[in-house]
C-alpha cells in the first residue's frame, strides 16, 4: 500500500468522523463553511449534513477506485492517479453541495417554497 493510498484513506476517514461529529452550530473549528452554508442556522445545518452524506459516500467510492488502480495498474500509472481521485472526491463533493444549497434555500437563505 502506497503513499497516496494511504492519504486516501486518510481522507475516507476524515469523512467518517465529519459524519458522525457533524457540527450542531456555527463554529471557527470545523463544518463545511462556505459564504452560502454561514448565512443562517438553516443553511448552515443542511450544508454540513448534505456535505457530510455525500463527502463520505464519494470518498468511499474514490478510496475503492484507488484500489483498484493499485491493483491492476503499473505503480506509475496509479501514484498519478491517486491523487487525483482524492483531489476530486473532495471538489465533487463541495460542487454538489453548493448546488444543493442554491436549490433548497434563497439567496438571502430563506426556504424556498
Keep these: 500500500m502506497d503513499l497516496f493510498l494511504n492519504n486516501n484513506l ?5 469523512a ?3 459524519r458522525i461529529f457533524l457540527p450542531k452550530r456555527r463554529m471557527l473549528l470545523y463544518g463545511y463553511r462556505t459564504r452560502f452554508s454561514r448565512l443562517n442556522n438553516a ?11 455525500l463527502f463520505l459516500l464519494v470518498t468511499f467510492i474514490c478510496y475503492l477506485l ?7 495498474v503499473s ?8 491523487p487525483i481521485i482524492a483531489i ?5 463533493a463541495v ?3 453548493e448546488k444543493h444549497l442554491k436549490n433548497k434555500f434563497n439567496d438571502d437563505g430563506t426556504e424556498k417554497i
Excluded at 10 to 14: K, M, P, Q, R, S
Excluded at 43 to 53: D, H, I, S, V
Excluded at 66 to 72: D, Y
Aim: hydrophobic fraction near 55%.
Design 16 to 18: 467518517v468522523l465529519f
Design 10 to 14: 486518510l481522507i475516507l476517514a476524515i
Design 75 to 82: 505503480n506509475h500509472i496509479s501514484e498519478k492517479l491517486n
Design 66 to 72: 484507488s484500489v483498484i488502480f493499485e491493483l491492476t
Design 95 to 97: 460542487v454538489l453541495t
Design 88 to 92: 476530486t472526491s473532495i471538489v465533487l
Design 43 to 53: 443553511t448552515w445545518l443542511e450544508a454540513n449534513k448534505y456535505f457530510a452524506n
